[in-house]
C-alpha cells in the first residue's frame, strides 16, 4: 500500500468504508461535513489513488444513480497477537473482515528472534494459501508495556529478553510493509469495538485475564496509551498489603494473586493439600495443572475449584471497582484465557464492583465477557494498521 489519505476529510472517508462497508456517494454525504462538491472531489482524488473502488450501481433514491463505493478489494492487513503461551495470526481484508486465521503454541520466553520466526512462518504459510500475495501493513500485539510511538517494548514482566526490542522496526523490515505495535490488550479493545461487544460503546474498559492482567481504556472509541504507553497496566496494583511476591518485584499484585499462571500454581496446592479429589487426580494424570483444568473441575461442581475462581474474581473485582469510580466507563468487557472459567468468575467480578462502587457508577453498567476470543487481538492488530495507514501522511 503506497498510498495514503492526503487530508483529514479523505481519512475519514477511509475509515468510514473500512467500518460500514460499501457506500454510495449520497451516504457518505450524509455521513461528512462536505459540500456536494466537496465530497465529489474528494471521493475522485481517493479512486485515483486506488484505495477505493467502484462497486456497482447504489440503491435508487430518485434522480440518476451513482455507484458505491468500497475499499480496494486487493488491500490486505495482517493481525498478529503474541500471548505468553500462544500467537494468533491473521489476514484480513480492508474492512477487517479475517480471511485466515492460524493459532499455534508459543512461549513468549523464548525471546523475540524465536518468536518472530514462528510469527513470519504463520504469515507465510496465510501467504501460501492464497490469502494474501503481500500485506499491506500489520498490527502486532505482545503481552506488556509498549512504548507506542517506537514500538518497542519495555521492561515487560513475563517476557525476558524482550526489553528495547525494536519490534516496529525488525518486522517491517522482515514483512515489507508497515507495522505499528501495542500492548496486546489494547488490541483486544479495538476488536471488540470494532466487530465485538463494545461495537456501540464510546467509553469502556476491556480486561484482559490471561497469564498475566492488563486493561485497554477506551475514552471516545479511542485507545487511551497514556503519555509513555503504560496506561492500563493494571496487574501490578496491589490488592493485598502483605501479599505474594509479583514478577514486576513488588508484593501483593492482582497478577501474583489471579492470573492464569497463579490460578494454576494455586490450584496445585489445593491438589496437593488433599483438598479437592478431582483436582489432584488432574495432577497426577498430567503432572502440572492450568486453568481449564480449574474451569472443568468447577464445572462439574468441585467446591475447591469454585473457591478458587471466586476468590480470584473478587481480587480482580475489587480493581475494577476502583476503577469504575474513577473512570465511570459505559461498559466492561472481560476477556482473554481464563475467561473460560465463565460465569463463575463473571458473577465475583460483578458482585464485588456492584459492591464497592457507587451506585451512580454502576447502575446502569454491563460487566460482561467478550465475543469474539482469541480473533478479538488479530481483528484489533488489523485495526491499529490500518487506523495509521487511513490517517494523512
Not at 497469564?211 to 472509541?221: H, Q, Y
Not at 481480587?315 to 482473554?336: D, K, M, R, Y
Not at 465475583?348 to 457507587?358: D, F, G
Amino acid at each position: 500500500m503506497t498510498a495514503r489519505p492526503a487530508n483529514a476529510h479523505q481519512a475519514r472517508l477511509l475509515r468510514l468504508l473500512r467500518d460500514g462497508g460499501a457506500h454510495s456517494r449520497a451516504q457518505l454525504g450524509e455521513e461528512v461535513d462536505l459540500s456536494r462538491s466537496k465530497l465529489a472531489v474528494e471521493v475522485d482524488r481517493l479512486l485515483e489513488t486506488g484505495l477505493v473502488v467502484a462497486d456497482g450501481l447504489a440503491a435508487s433514491r430518485g434522480g440518476r444513480r451513482s455507484h458505491n463505493i468500497r475499499l480496494a478489494p486487493h488491500l490486505r492487513f495482517l493481525g498478529v497477537d503474541i500471548g505468553a503461551t500462544s500467537v494468533d495470526v491473521a489476514v484480513t481484508n480492508a474492512e477487517l473482515e479475517v480471511l485466515g486465521h492460524i493459532t499455534q503454541p508459543m512461549d513468549v520466553r523464548e525471546g523475540p528472534v524465536a518468536v518472530f520466526e514462528q510469527v513470519l512462518d504463520m504469515a507465510e504459510k496465510l501467504k501460501a494459501s492464497g490469502l494474501a500475495e503481500g500485506f499491506d501493513g500489520a498490527g502486532i500485539g505482545v503481552p506488556g508495556p509498549v512504548r507506542f510511538p517506537e514500538g518497542i517494548p519495555v521492561a515487560p514482566p513475563i517476557m525476558p529478553g524482550w526489553d528495547g526490542f525494536p519490534v516496529r522496526e525488525a518486522l517491517s523490515q522482515e514483512l515489507g510493509c508497515p507495522v505499528m505495535v501495542d500492548n496486546d490488550v489494547n488490541l483486544m479493545a479495538m476488536g471488540e469495538q470494532h466487530a465485538g461487544v463494545a461495537r456501540t460503546a464510546r467509553d469502556f474498559l476491556c480486561v484482559k485475564i490471561g497469564t498475566g492482567i492488563g486493561c485497554g481504556i477506551v475514552v471516545g472509541s479511542t485507545v487511551y496509551r497514556g503519555t509513555t504507553g503504560s496506561a492500563g497496566d493494571i496487574g501490578h496494583i496491589q490488592v493485598e498489603p502483605d501479599g505474594l511476591p509479583c514478577a514486576c518485584g513488588n508484593q501483593g499484585c492482582l497478577e501474583a494473586h489471579f492470573s492464569g499462571s497463579a490460578l494454576a500454581r494455586d490450584a496445585e496446592q489445593v491438589a496437593r493439600e488433599g483438598r479437592s479429589a478431582e483436582l489432584a487426580a488432574r495432577l497426577e494424570a498430567s503432572g502440572r495443572l492450568s486453568a481449564a483444568d480449574v474451569a472443568a473441575a468447577a464445572s462439574g461442581g468441585d467446591t475447591a475449584a469454585l473457591e478458587l475462581i471466586r476468590r480470584g474474581g473478587r481480587h480482580t473485582g475489587q480493581v475494577i471497582a476502583g476503577l469504575v469510580s474513577f473512570f465511570n466507563p459505559g461498559l466492561v468487557v472481560i476477556g482473554g484465557g481464563v475467561t473460560g472459567l465463565g460465569h463463575t468468575l463473571l458473577a465475583a467480578i460483578r458482585t464485588q464492583v456492584y459492591r464497592q462502587s457507587l451506585p451512580l457508577a454502576t447502575g446502569n453498567l454491563p460487566i460482561v465477557l467478550g465475543e469474539l476470543g482469541p480473533a478479538a487481538g488479530v481483528i484489533g492488530g488489523a485495526r491499529l494498521i490500518s487506523d495509521h495507514l487511513f490517517s494523512p501522511a
